[in-house]
């Protein structure tokens, strides 16, 4: 499976965060913490969007690192991604994010099919 999935089934190779990242572009860093900031109402800097992608090693954004509380689940229950839980269709913390985000979800039932496939 695609390791740039995030547990949540966002896309992290699409993130502005991880581009500027990999890329190390600070200018991307600059509009992408303006453009969080004003979404989410709360003062996010340039210096906090560094990521590698969530499930991958490396640097993560505060979020994503400490706050998340889909990735935080999904560490705790020792899974993959939200397509290993079987909580996953009625979860309302990953419902936050899938509800706004329908390509998400879309992505881990690909997940989830994948691997009924599979065994």
Same mark, same amino acid.
């Given at each position: ?9 966002? *896309?992290? /190779? ?5 581009? @500027? ?35 991958? @090693?490396? @640097? ?23 397509? *290993? ?31 009924? /496939? /599979?065994?």
């Amino acid at each position: 499976m695609n390791q740039l999935v995030g547990c949540c089934g966002l *896309d992290c /190779e699409t993130c502005d965060a991880r581009i @500027a990242t990999v890329t190390n572009d600070d200018t991307l860093r600059v509009k992408t913490a303006a453009l969080w900031t004003k979404l989410n109402g709360v003062t996010i800097t340039p210096e906090m969007l560094h990521c590698t992608g969530c499930r991958v @090693a490396g @640097a993560k954004t505060p979020f994503c690192n400490q706050l998340c509380p889909i990735r935080h689940c999904v560490q705790e229950k020792l899974l993959d991604t939200c397509a *290993d839980c079987s909580q996953m269709n009625v979860c309302t913390t990953l419902g936050r994010i899938t509800n706004g985000n329908p390509t998400a979800m879309e992505r881990l039932r690909k997940i989830q099919r994948n691997r009924r /496939e /599979e065994r």
